[in-house]
């Protein structure tokens, strides 16, 4: 079940049912989101409503969020995104009023280009009349993993200050403390599922050090977005930054 089991896990992340078709609606083709939407199940009892379980392990020990180590009563499962601010929620595309410290906070679509269909390679599958030994179930994994690889980014953003919450996924260590990672719009991002799209991480390094903060750690980010490329083990990434602040996360005041 390895192949569904993947496919399942964007299912998890809310980019089939999720992203896709918002970005759909966005760039003022809402028919274009009509296959996405229907290529994946709607009901519990569907063949791939359970193909991606809640989080059973952490990829390293010691995390700082309270209850993720609990699995399915931990705090996040597979594929949960964090709140953001009502403004940034509600128009991802404009600039937020929402300012801290400095930085603009800004909503993780942002960072795609709008004219880009994140879901494109399952365009026309139904996901849940397939098996792991189909081959066009294979075919869509492999044309997707490129296609997410090398996904394109928006040129707009270099030099922007921005704040945006997500999960970190760690690269480099001192001992107990962090230096370089990888911030991810979903929690399993990398680990337990596939790496989002190139243009939904950002290589993150620090000046100095970060401590108390673990793989799948969720926190806030403060500082300049840099148009760069880079490569890992844990996924490719469409944009860097060195951070200026790295912070807990925290639920936004939405009242």
């Known amino acids: ?12 992340a809310g980019l089939l049912i999720g992203t896709g078709v918002r970005l759909a609606a966005h760039s003022g083709d809402e028919a274009a989101a009509t296959p996405a939407a229907a290529a994946i199940p ?10 991606v379980p809640a989080v059973t392990a952490r990829a390293d020990a010691g995390s700082t969020v309270t209850g993720v180590a609990a699995a399915s009563d931990g705090q996040y499962q597979v594929g949960d995104h964090l709140k953001q601010s009502a403004t940034v929620t509600d128009q ?23 004219d880009w269909d994140a879901m494109a390679p399952f365009k026309g599958l139904k996901l849940d009349q397939l098996d792991d030994n189909d081959p066009r179930a294979d075919a869509a994994l492999w044309k997707a993993k490129k296609y997410w690889k090398d996904a394109p980014v928006d040129p707009s953003m270099e030099g922007a200050a921005v704040r945006l919450p997500g999960f970190v996924v760690s690269l480099d260590r001192e001992g107990e403390a962090l230096k370089e990672f990888l911030l991810v719009p979903y929690f399993g991002a990398c680990i337990h599922v596939p790496p989002p799209p190139a243009n939904q991480i950002i290589h993150v390094k ?49 009242s």
């Open 1 to 12: 079940m390895k192949t569904l089991y993947w496919i399942g896990g964007i299912a998890a």
């Open 42 to 51: 709607q009901t519990a009892g569907a063949p791939l409503a359970g193909a």
């Open 92 to 114: 991802p595309y404009k600039a937020s009023g929402k300012m801290v410290g400095g930085y603009r906070e800004i909503a993780w679509e942002s960072l795609i280009p709008k």
């Open 206 to 254: 620090s000046s100095k050090a970060i401590k108390n903060v673990r793989t799948m750690d969720a926190v806030w980010i403060s500082g300049v977005v840099k148009v760069e490329r880079s490569d890992s083990s844990m996924g490719a990434a469409g944009y860097s930054m060195t951070a200026v602040k790295v912070e807990p996360y925290t639920e936004p005041d939405n």
